[in-house]
């Protein structure tokens, strides 16, 4: 079973711009959520989607936004990017109600990094 | 709000040591807890998940104790390798909240 995949790997980008990173989960399931990772804070929760539904959102700005597609696959988009949104953008997906309960796998992650 | 720690930051032992990290949480109305492990400037790796009810995990070398109404987790490594070297993290998930992560135990194993 292949895992959860993230594209673009590494994301060289100017303040100002806005970006758009993708996430395919692990096949069948349906929870894609997004964190964001920085020495500073650690891992931090952005949201998590369910069936094309937010279902959580984290303590982040109206600038960073998600979406769920019909196949699961989800992106993230992050606009008039600020050189403190530099970090590694890791997605982990889950199905609920497998027998391994809430077991998140995680992708490699985007490392974005605004100049 | 769920606040994880994680005790030590950092630690260094030789090889063929057994060791113990720590992990405390302040809310104890949780629905699993997480261990994960990250090598540098890559993904999490899931190691170990404990539900609310359950008591202990084991995967291989690995241990995982969960006492919920104290608030605390053990990951315990036995016999410990060069290849063990990573961050270890703990997370816990509430009913309807997403994972809150501490900010990890850093590992160097010495050969």
């Known amino acids: 079973k292949a895992g959860v995949t993230q594209t673009p790997r590494y994301l060289i980008k100017t303040r100002g711009q806005q970006v758009t990173l993708s996430c395919s989960p692990i096949s069948g399931h349906r929870s894609v959520s997004w964190y964001q990772q920085t020495p500073g804070q650690g891992l931090q929760f952005l949201f998590e989607?369910?069936?094309?539904?937010?279902?959580n959102k984290g303590n982040f700005p109206g600038r960073f936004s998600g979406r769920q597609f019909s196949n699961s696959r989800s992106e993230m988009n992050v606009s008039t990017l600020e050189l403190g949104d530099s970090a590694l953008y890791l997605c982990a997906s889950s199905q609920p109600g497998l027998a391994e309960g809430g077991t998140q796998y995680f992708g490699p992650g985007t490392r974005l990094l605004v100049l | 709000k769920q606040e994880v720690t994680q005790i030590p930051a950092a630690l260094s032992v030789p090889e063929g040591e057994n060791l113990v990290l720590n992990c405390s949480f302040t809310?104890?109305?949780?629905?699993?807890l997480q261990w994960f492990r990250q090598d540098p400037g890559k993904g999490l790796t899931s190691l170990l998940l404990?539900?609310?009810?359950?008591r202990e995990q084991t995967s291989g070398r690995l241990n995982a104790s969960l006492d919920k109404s104290s608030g605390r987790s053990t990951l315990y490594i036995a016999a410990s390798q060069p290849g063990d070297s990573a961050t270890y993290l703990c997370a816990v998930e509430g009913g309807n909240t997403p994972l809150v992560f501490g900010k990890g135990t850093r590992l160097s194993v010495i050969a």
């Open positions: 989607y369910f069936s094309e539904t937010q279902r």
């Open positions: 404990i539900q609310s009810s359950q």
């Open positions: 809310d104890s109305a949780i629905y699993n």
